[in-house]
């Protein structure tokens, strides 16, 4: 960000904070959220997307389909840095849906649906805390993580395997440009279910303790070893969440 932005934001951060703001100015838009902390963090999904573009040249990617996209936090930097790109985005969570949708309502060429991705269409249960939805999981234990575990909630959320017949609803060509994948214990679920799709990049968070957590290995053998690994984050927190970048060979 420019330093006259990063000096101004550094106001409006705290002050959404401190008054609980479900909403806070971020690059020209305002940023909706779920979590008051939301705002301090905000930041560092352009450092991200500049880390990424070490790899990948954003300037020729037409699609990215975020998976696991909860309010949109990855997609709101994308989109920022390079508004030309197609955003697809799934979220499985209803109750925050919506926000999804006010951020991306935002921009053009960002679309939201409200299902996850999977090895095939069916219902799944699903556990989040109120205002604490990024850590929403397939994983009841990975939602509670270091929270209240008495505060969970419990819905039930619509799985669709991305076949011929969803690439074709919803718009999108092969091989496709960037896989974001960030769902919290449900990467091999997601990977299997993607085992037909073609793409260039794929960029996953992981974790070394988080229930159906996968290690880089493992993900290499779901995708049958056809990647490279082009970055390798270190793991962070008591979760041990880290992240890696696949480009397709």
Known sequence: MPLAECARYIFRKYDAVLRDRAGVEFLGKTFYYDNRFIPVFLPNHIYEIQDLARFIDFKNVKQVLDIGANVGLFSYALKSLFPHIAV??????????????????????????????????????????????????IHRANAVHDLAADAVKEIQIQIRKLDLALISEIGISEPIDLIKIDVEGAEEEVLKGLADTKWRYLYIELSDTQAGGLTPEAVMNLIGGNATIQMQTEPEGSARIYSLLLEAT
């Open 88 to 137: 697809f985005s799934f979220e499985p969570n209803s109750a925050i849906f919506a926000t999804l949708q006010k951020n991306a309502s935002q921009f053009s060429n960002w679309k939201c649906f409200n299902c996850g991705l999977g090895v095939s269409a069916r219902r799944l249960p699903f556990f989040f805390i109120e205002g604490k939805s990024a850590q929403g999981s």
